[in-house]
């Protein structure tokens, strides 16, 4: 779980609306429980835990460890987020439900004191050997709660290096991956990696390196969905990917850092994953832009988790990892004027991938709307100034809407040295080429692929892009 705020794209807006529909009915959505899905072919199931047992029972003592109170201890306080509640072992906030569920349930007593529940996984060890994937998954239905009414509210899975159990202050440097992350009710799921030093250093903290996106289908707190974490060692440079329901939103390469930073959080023996529901702190109190929980949050509203699995690749071929891969560029760069595939990115905010039917098959990027970014690490313009950017893209945005497709050099928030317009193309699978003129570039530069609409709605896909001389 994040140390401090993170502001994602639209979160202001969509808090908004969320605080104006707090008066409404919620609706408790009624999910079957799944079993784990089944080994996929040339992978191996490294370990798991359904939920099966009893009703208003505790989950198996042999596989988690109950965290209880406001901290480690001698650990930082409030479990160093500023979170308020207390972590308690009693079955009103973590049981089983009979049904093949673990329930996490925030309450608030009459006394307006907030309790929850933290579990940790005993293994402190997962990790993938080298050459294979390790593919960290639960299915889980955030608390279905919105509006005001879920103000303060904090669900997670995620993991946390091994170093941490029994020192406590080594954080971020033994890296932390944010699998899930929800704060007040919002329909989006967070994906964070955090890592080096902080305050900055190569995550950027106390903010890390994230991403976010609306949950597929059904609103992320309506329905259960699978949140998926990979870790790549397969590859070279190894890769770091995050997924909803199959769908990949997040990925970041090892070249992104120096090697001290990448052994601190890889070189250790591995990594246990948690489950929580926290209540107040950093995160959804800047979200909120105010102090969380409030009179108007209600207590009550569990998260529910089917299933967490960890499986590895097996050895010889390596299989597909999921339905979108993101390669990275190698450690010498890529050259500006070849095709650079847009599913490539190092980092993104907003976007997702998928197949494309566009000569040569592959992926595209798409759900692409303002505000959103695609960032390609060591572009190599040379000696000679390129002067022109063509991207491959292609609308189906309805009827006055359209956008900018515009490049920068080293930060998002650069002036772009060039752009187009692109309005619908013909659906979003129709594809064309557009030029545009850029200002002279050489040399190596980091280069985004920024979006900027009038409109919310999503604007433009893009399968590809290049520079050129003329």
Same mark, same amino acid.
Do not use: K
């Given at each position: 779980m994040t140390t401090t705020i993170r502001h994602r794209r639209r979160l202001a807006a969509v808090a908004v609306v969320l605080v104006a529909l707090a008066g409404l009915l919620v609706k408790v959505a009624v999910s079957a429980s799944a079993a784990v899905p089944p080994t996929p072919s040339g992978w191996s199931l490294v370990w798991s835990d359904?939920?099966?047992?009893?009703?208003? !029972?505790?989950?198996?003592?042999? *596989?988690?460890?109950?965290?209880? &109170?406001? $901290?480690?201890?001698?650990?930082?306080?409030?479990?160093?987020?500023?979170?308020?509640?207390?972590?308690?072992?009693?079955?009103?906030?973590?049981?089983?439900?009979?049904?093949?569920n673990l329930r996490i349930t925030p309450l608030r007593s009459s006394s307006g004191e907030w309790t929850s529940a933290r579990i940790e996984t005993r293994r402190a060890d997962f990790k993938p050997a080298d050459g294979r994937i390790l593919r960290i998954e639960g299915r889980i239905q955030m608390p279905n709660v919105t509006g005001s009414a879920a103000l303060g509210y904090w669900p997670a899975f995620w993991a946390l290096g091994s170093p941490y159990r029994g020192n406590y202050w080594n954080w971020p440097a033994i890296g932390e991956f944010d699998i899930m992350e929800n704060v007040n009710g919002?329909?989006?799921?967070?994906?964070?990696?955090?890592?080096?030093? !902080?305050?900055?250093?190569?995550? *950027?903290?106390?903010?890390?390196? &994230?991403? $976010?996106?609306?949950?597929?289908?059904?609103?992320?707190?309506?329905?259960?969905?699978?949140?998926?974490?990979?870790?790549?060692?397969?590859?070279?440079?190894?890769?770091?990917?995050?997924?909803?329901?199959?769908?990949?939103?997040?990925?970041?390469?090892?070249?992104?850092?120096?090697?001290?930073?990448?052994?601190?959080?890889?070189?250790?023996?591995?990594?246990?994953?948690l489950l929580n529901v926290a209540m107040g702190g950093g995160f959804p109190n800047g979200v909120a832009g105010s102090g969380t929980p409030t009179a108007a949050t209600v207590p009550g509203r569990p998260m529910v988790v089917d299933y967490v699995a960890v499986w590895q690749s097996g050895a010889g071929s390596t299989p597909t990892p999921t339905t979108t891969i993101t390669p990275t560029v190698p450690p010498g760069g890529v050259d500006a004027r070849s095709t650079i595939q847009a599913e490539r990115y190092q980092a993104q905010s907003g976007t997702i991938v998928e197949t494309t039917t566009d000569t040569g098959g592959g992926q595209n990027v798409a759900g692409i709307s303002n505000g959103d970014w695609l960032r390609f690490d060591g572009v190599d313009f040379g000696t000679q100034a390129a002067l022109q950017f063509k991207a491959r893209v292609a609308s189906g945005a309805g009827g006055g809407v359209s956008g900018l497709v515009q490049v920068r050099l080293d930060s998002p928030?650069?002036?772009?040295?060039?752009?187009?317009?692109?309005?619908?193309?013909?659906?979003?699978?129709?594809?064309?080429?557009v030029p545009a003129n850029i200002s002279a570039v050489t040399g190596t530069h980091t280069v985004y692929l920024t979006f900027s609409s009038g409109q919310p709605a999503d604007f433009v896909n893009v399968n590809w892009f290049t520079f050129s001389t003329s």
């Open positions: 359904d939920f099966n047992g009893s009703a208003n !029972t505790l989950p198996s003592s042999a *596989n988690w460890i109950i965290d209880t &109170g406001h $901290s480690y201890p001698g650990g930082p306080g409030n479990w160093g987020t500023g979170e308020i509640q207390n972590y308690t072992s009693s079955t009103s906030n973590l049981s089983l439900d009979g049904s093949g919002i329909n989006s799921v967070w994906a964070v990696l955090h890592c080096g030093v !902080t305050p900055g250093g190569p995550c *950027n903290e106390t903010n890390g390196i &994230g991403a $976010s996106r609306a949950c597929p289908g059904s609103a992320c707190q309506a329905d259960f969905h699978t949140y998926r974490f990979e870790w790549d060692r397969s590859v070279s440079p190894n890769q770091l990917r995050w997924y909803v329901d199959g769908q990949q939103f997040h990925s970041i390469s090892q070249s992104r850092f120096d090697a001290t930073t990448w052994n601190n959080m890889t070189g250790h023996a591995g990594y246990f994953l928030t650069a002036t772009p040295i060039g752009d187009f317009a692109v309005g619908n193309t013909g659906g979003w699978q129709s594809w064309r080429t």
